[in-house]
Nanobody, 125 residues
Framework: QVQLVESGGGLVQAGGSLRLSCAAS????????MGWFRQAPGKEREIVAR????????YYADAVQGRFTISRDNAKNTVYLQMNSLKPEDTAVYYC??????????????????WGQGTQVTVSS
């Protein structure tokens, strides 16, 4: 069993930055690919970024490419999402997710074993 707890959300002005963290319990963290998803009001949940278990491979949605960076520290059982140059359209609840498959994170529906509870990110114009 893995529990995921996100933190770092908040209110920021357009152009600003936030760093989200997702702390995982359990001793098998490095065996999971991790992803960050987001869901805006009235919209479907979408994948934002994903990272392999080793951290050697990362992928981004086109909407955030060049502005967001996903990383992980397996010694701390934590995955991060650094968000720069934030835009009002980035406003959403952000969720971290653990999957046995990096490819599975971009499947529809995504193959996710564990979800975090979500953290709100609001970007004002």
């Amino acid at each position: 069993q893995v529990q995921l707890v996100e933190s770092g959300g908040g209110l920021v002005q357009a152009g600003g930055s936030l760093r989200l963290s997702c702390a995982a319990s359990g001793r098998t963290f490095s065996s999971y690919a991790m992803g960050w998803f987001r869901q805006a009001p009235g919209k479907e949940r979408e994948i934002v970024a994903r990272i392999s278990g080793s951290g050697g491979s990362t992928y981004y949605a086109d909407a955030v490419q060049g502005r967001f960076t996903i990383s992980r520290d397996n010694a701390k059982n934590t995955v991060y999402l650094q968000m720069n140059s934030l835009k009002p359209e980035d406003t959403a609840v952000y969720y971290c997710a653990a999957s046995p498959s990096l490819v599975g994170l971009r499947s529809r529906p995504p193959r996710v074993d564990y979800w975090g509870q979500g953290t709100q990110v609001t970007v004002s114009s």
